[in-house]
């Protein structure tokens, strides 16, 4: 049951905190700022990811080898090149990259 819905779209929720958090897509709202840039976010968890290009924290390490990451998303791709993943197909030729960026360069 999404109980919970957004005046300005429609969209239901199944709790409050996400209707909140959704509805600063609307009104702009950035009530969370980083201390050493000033920069705003409308989630704080988008301020805890940011606040890490401010520091050397590099707190997902690679499996395979030497390397750590800020971002989870980055040692995701980087993994692939480990595995040899490449879960992005182009639909035009069917040559496939290991994200969606190589992609779209192609």
Not at 2 to 25: I, M, V
Not at 57 to 75: H, I, Q, T, V
């Amino acid at each position: 049951e999404r109980p919970y819905g957004c005046a300005a779209c429609g969209k239901t929720f199944t709790n409050p905190s996400d209707l909140t958090k959704h509805q600063r897509s609307h009104t702009g709202e950035r009530p969370y700022g980083c201390g050493a840039c000033g920069k705003r976010f409308s989630q704080q968890s988008n301020l805890s990811m940011h606040q890490r290009s401010h520091t050397q924290e590099r707190p997902y390490p690679c499996g395979a080898c030497a390397k750590s990451f800020k971002y989870l998303a980055d040692l995701t791709v980087h993994e692939r090149s480990h595995t040899g993943e490449r879960p992005f197909p182009c639909p035009r030729c069917g040559k496939s990259f290991s994200n969606k960026s190589s992609l779209a360069r192609h």
